[in-house]
Nanobody, 129 residues
Framework: QVQLVESGGGLVQAGGSLGLSCAASGGTFSRYAMGWFRQAPGKEREFVASVSWNGISTYYADSVKGRFTISRDSAKSTVYLQMNSLKPEDTAVYYC??????????????????????WGQGTQVTVSS
C-alpha cells in the first residue's frame, strides 16, 4: 500500500510562484509513474502533469504548459510541481497520484485519473487576483 502526502499549498498573488511536494511511502517509488491533478469548486477533477517512472518523459495539460514543471527525486521518494506565473484560474485542490508501472517502458505518462492506483489527500492552492 502506497501513501502519498502533498505539501506546499497556500495563498499566492497572480503572477507568483508556488512549489508543491508529494512524498511517497510504502512502495517502490522508483517504479511508479506519478501525476498531479486538480479540482476547483464545482468542477470535475482535471489532469495537470505527469512524469514517467524514470523521469525521462513528462506531459502537461495545455492550460499549464510552459508555466508548470513536474519533476521527481527517487532518492527522496518525492514528486514535485513547480508552478510559475500563477493565475486565479489555477485555484484548486491539487492531488498527486501514483501508478505502478513495472511493465512500463519508462517513456509512458498517464493523463487520466482512472489510470492511477493511489491518491494523496490534496493540498489547497489559492491564487488571488
Amino acid at each position: 500500500q502506497v501513501q502519498l502526502v502533498e505539501s506546499g499549498g497556500g495563498l499566492v498573488q497572480a503572477g507568483g510562484s508556488l512549489g508543491l511536494s508529494c512524498a511517497a511511502s510504502g512502495g517502490t517509488f522508483s517504479r511508479y509513474a506519478m501525476g498531479w491533478f486538480r479540482q476547483a469548486p464545482g468542477k470535475e477533477r482535471e489532469f495537470v502533469a505527469s512524469v514517467s517512472w524514470n523521469g525521462i518523459s513528462t506531459y502537461y495539460a495545455d492550460s499549464v504548459k510552459g508555466r508548470f514543471t513536474i519533476s521527481r527525486d527517487s532518492a527522496k521518494s518525492t514528486v514535485y510541481l513547480q508552478m510559475n506565473s500563477l493565475k486565479p484560474e489555477d485555484t484548486a485542490v491539487y492531488y498527486c497520484a501514483a501508478r505502478s508501472d513495472y511493465g512500463g517502458s519508462g517513456y509512458s505518462t498517464y493523463p487520466d485519473g482512472y489510470q492511477y492506483d493511489y491518491w494523496g489527500q490534496g493540498t489547497q492552492v489559492t491564487v488571488s487576483s
